[in-house]
């Protein structure tokens, strides 16, 4: 056993309401697990101990939709929007998540790995415990498998718990362009299967978008990856509504993200299955959007809120979770309750982790200790890293 004391600790668990907060107070840790939460008065005599100092203590930080793992850059492409083209334009020709396919398909597992370590480096540099990564730049069966094989070499070679999902319904890539049939047969099925054989997958994905899948699409490749026991999220409603979160949601879905587009149908359709909106404030600045996600709607019918950065080289080249922290609630106006709750537990939901995201007796010890005496902080600073250390599963990193 080993006692954090002197420290102030945002359980962050619903049943405060809140952050839950408890001010000299102690977390005792048992192994890879919470043994104990309390006053320091409760303290045994005796103990392996380390003072905290006043110090906030959270459950460790989630990022429940990154695309980490991708080849090249995209900076022309980002002056190109500067200079008046949409994300439409850019994707019809032949830009947008095509340009980074050419690179990311030239890329082998090590440079994969190679290229994405910084970028991971930085989010756990800022309290990050779990990580989930994308595939969908690859396009083929081969380099989409190993993009996941490159997300599972990320988890060993960090600490950090890495969540994986198959993101091959991502885009059309060229060689498929008059066979859309043939491409969902050939890559998102045949490759979910492989993948789901060799244990890479824990989560599909899709982007349903008139640009990319349309609904009908996205249903059959839902409906074959819950026959393997798969969960299921979606990019959906971003640019336009077209019903694809309340498809989700009828196949239980974790989580449906963007939401920007979001209608009454796909907000009761979300609420009703329990499913999480993932807000992805780092796309909505950097497109420059103003479409607002409906966040009072989703408030008021008990839609749990997630925020995460949605890490990619188009569209949010954010790196930084403390900055999502902030864009939620400039951009969102989501409150810094909700920003934090959108990092912690409500982002385990979205990843469908029940472990962790709340410190509580009986959980994982995923924790970050902050050099700041209140929550709000976290959300409220614009630049900062506040961060002292980074708990995984009992084990100071």
Known sequence: MHILGNATIARMDAESGGYGLMEQAAITLDGDRIAAIGPMSALPPGSDFTDLG??????????????????????????????????????????????????????????????????????????????????????????????????????????VSVVTTWLAAHALPPEYAADRA???????????????????????????????????????????????????????????????????ARHGALSC??????????????????????????????LRETQFPPIAEMRAAGVPIALATDCNPGTSPLTSLLLTLNMGATLFRLTPTECLTGVTRTAARALGLADRGVLAPGLRAD?????????????????????????LGGEFV
């Open 367 to 391: 924790l970050a200790i902050w050099n700041v005496t209140h929550p709000a902080e976290l959300s409220y600073r614009i630049g900062f890293n506040p961060l002292h250390a980074r708990v």
């Open 257 to 286: 993200d963007h939401i920007e587009y979001l209608g009454p149908d796909g907000v009761a359709a979300m609420a009703a299955a329990g499913t999480v909106g993932v807000l992805l404030p780092g796309a909505f600045y950097t």
């Open 182 to 248: 043939g491409y969902i047969r050939d890559v998102v099925i045949a490759g979910m299967d492989r993948a789901h054989a060799e244990g890479l997958i824990d989560a599909v994905d899709g982007f349903c978008e008139g640009i990319a899948f349309s609904v009908a699409e996205m249903e059959a490749i839902f409906a074959h990856a819950r026959a393997l026991g798969l969960p299921v999220k979606l990019h959906a409603e971003q640019l336009s509504d077209l019903g694809g979160a309340a498809m989700a």
């Open 54 to 159: 006043g110090r906030l203590v959270t459950p460790g930080l989630i990022d429940c939709h990154t695309h980490v793992i991708f080849g090249g850059d995209r900076a022309r492409e980002f002056e190109m929007r500067l200079e008046g083209a949409s994300y439409e334009d850019i994707a019809r020709a032949g830009g947008g998540i095509l340009s980074t396919v050419r690179a990311t398909r030239a890329a082998d597992l090590g440079q994969m790995v190679a290229s994405a370590l910084p970028r991971v480096d930085a989010l756990l540099a800022e309290g990050v415990t779990t990580l989930e990564i994308k595939s969908g730049y690859g396009l083929d069966l081969e380099t989409e498998l190993r993009m996941l094989r490159a997300a599972r070499e990320i988890g060993r070679v960090r600490k």
